[in-house]
Nanobody, 115 residues
Framework: QVQLVESGGGLVQPGGSLRLSCATSRTIFTFYTMGWYRQAPGKQRELVATGTSGGGTNYADSVKGRFTISRDDAKNTVYLQMSSLKPEDTAVYYC?????????WGQGTQVTVSS
C-alpha cells in the first residue's frame, strides 16, 4: 500500500513562509515524479510544482519565484518551500507521486494565508 505522509501546513500571515513535507517509500521516491497540487474552495485541483528524480522541476506560473520544490534522497521526502505567501495561496495542498498511468495522493494539508 502506497503512502504519502504530508506535514507542515498551517496559518500564516501574508508575506510569510511555510514548508510542506511529504515522506514516502524508497521505491516510490526513486521512480516516481513527486509533486504538489492544491485545491481552493470551489475550485479545481491545480498543479503547484513537480520534481523528478533527475532534478527536473516544473512550477505553476502563479508560484514561480516564490515556491521551491526539493527532494531529500536520504529521507525519501519531498519539500515545498513557500515564501511571500498571498491570501490566494490558501488551499488544501496535496502531495502526489506519478509514473505513467499510476498516481498516488496524500491526505492533504491545509494552508491558510490570512492576517
Amino acid at each position: 500500500q502506497v503512502q504519502l505522509v504530508e506535514s507542515g501546513g498551517g496559518l500564516v500571515q501574508p508575506g510569510g513562509s511555510l514548508r510542506l513535507s511529504c515522506a514516502t517509500s524508497r521505491t516510490i521516491f526513486t521512480f516516481y515524479t513527486m509533486g504538489w497540487y492544491r485545491q481552493a474552495p470551489g475550485k479545481q485541483r491545480e498543479l503547484v510544482a513537480t520534481g523528478t528524480s533527475g532534478g527536473g522541476t516544473n512550477y505553476a506560473d502563479s508560484v514561480k519565484g516564490r515556491f521551491t520544490i526539493s527532494r531529500d534522497d536520504a529521507k525519501n521526502t519531498v519539500y515545498l518551500q513557500m515564501s511571500s505567501l498571498k491570501p490566494e495561496d490558501t488551499a488544501v495542498y496535496y502531495c502526489s507521486a506519478k509514473m505513467g498511468r499510476n498516481d498516488y495522493w496524500g491526505q492533504g494539508t491545509q494552508v491558510t494565508v490570512s492576517s
